[in-house]
């Protein structure tokens, strides 16, 4: 069976589209919410043309908003070259089917375009596998014998139309696809423990953060590795394991994770449960927060709910904060404050990195206690 998205991400390179958020929250949470879908677009190469925003009492079944807002978001549409309608939360399938109906376009809801970017930055043998794993968990219930729909995710199974192959065909190889890939993961498990095991005369260090905090920057400002940078949201899906030298001839190993975004379903989770596994196991994980946003609250609530997923919510952390390069002397200082309890770093610059390196030293090698958060 062919891989289900072949460089999709290029086919949305300078696409028009329209990005549709429900006022059901705070002001502040809208904010936060627009800025993290246009960084989600951007990654994509999609030009929001037009923020629509919609108070929705009630949720509409068969479109989730009122047909009343979608025809006048489809008038909109029609004059002015839109190809993709992007909308803040998970559609179900008959929604996300109703609504292409009507304004004929390609409807992308949140997960479908976290999607397509886990598609584009997974270069590995094993992060492909998860990555296509989560793809088709979320294509399946969307076949439905709509034209559109069948080729939601690109085609990439060697659709050639409704007509040539029955839906029970596509669910069936679907769901062979999926128990073969699972199959796969619990290879890439089995072949984790024996790395583990051989790597068990160093004490390991896991990172873990909200995706684009510098978690693959942080691990190459402690080890001098050379691992891609960007600043796009998920650029890293592949797992990296890195041996950092702490001085006195102490060595640790640190891993990267794949990176956090709130309320990532938990499907998409299970598919990466394999990479975040290596957490479970090290000896201390390093909760990494990008201190120069103003959502460092979500960005900790959502480290939490994963930690409570993987049921190691007792295990030692250490809070690091980093980008602090972006800050002013005095935001510094006042954040400082309000933080007494992390380490404040900047990985770009290699701000705080001896420091770091230090406490690592004395948690993993010394006497120094960290209690869990």
Do not use: W
């Amino acid at each position: 069976m062919k891989k289900l998205i072949e460089n999709l991400p290029g086919n949305f390179v300078g696409k028009r589209a329209v990005l549709v958020i429900t006022k059901d929250k705070s002001k502040y949470e809208i904010e936060e919410e627009r800025e993290e879908l246009l960084s989600l677009a951007r990654t994509l190469g999609i030009k929001i043309v037009e923020i629509f925003y919609i108070n929705l009492p009630l949720i509409n079944p068969a479109t989730y908003i009122g047909k009343g807002k979608l025809f006048e978001i489809k008038n909109f549409v029609q004059k002015n070259n839109i190809s993709i309608f992007i909308f803040e939360k998970d559609l179900s399938p008959v929604q996300q089917r109703n609504i292409e109906e009507i304004l004929n376009i390609k409807v992308i809801d949140r997960t479908e375009l976290i999607l397509y970017i886990f598609g584009e930055h997974a270069k590995s043998k094993e992060g492909k596998i998860q990555v296509e794993l989560a793809q088709l968990t979320y294509l399946l219930p969307r076949l439905t014998g709509h034209g559109i729909a069948l080729s939601r995710l690109g085609g990439g199974l060697g659709t050639r139309g409704p007509g040539e192959m029955k839906l029970e065909v596509y669910r069936r190889r679907i769901k062979d696809r999926i128990h073969n890939l699972k199959e796969k993961i619990k290879e890439i498990e089995r072949h984790r423990e024996l790395l583990r095991k051989s790597r068990e005369l160093f004490p390991s260090v896991s990172l873990l953060g909200y995706t684009n905090v510098g978690k693959s920057c942080l691990l190459n400002a402690l080890s001098a590795s050379n691992l891609y940078v960007a600043n796009k949201l998920f650029a890293t899906l592949d797992p990296a394991t890195r041996a950092v030298y702490l001085g006195d001839d102490k060595i640790c190993l640190v891993s990267d994770t794949v990176g956090l975004m709130k309320d990532i379903p938990h499907h998409l989770i299970e598919a990466f449960k394999s990479t975040l596994e290596e957490v479970k196991y090290s000896n201390l994980i390093l909760c990494v927060y990008d201190i120069s946003k103003s959502n460092l609250e979500k960005q900790k609530n959502t480290i939490i709910d994963v930690l409570k997923i993987l049921e190691i919510e007792e295990k030692p952390i250490v809070n690091v904060y980093n980008k602090i390069d972006l800050l002013s002397k005095e935001e510094l200082e006042i954040l400082k404050q309000r933080n007494q309890e992390g380490i404040f770093i900047s990985a770009k610059t290699k701000q705080g990195i001896e420091e770091l390196k230090k406490t690592l030293k004395e948690i993993l090698y010394g006497s120094k206690v960290i209690l869990t958060k």
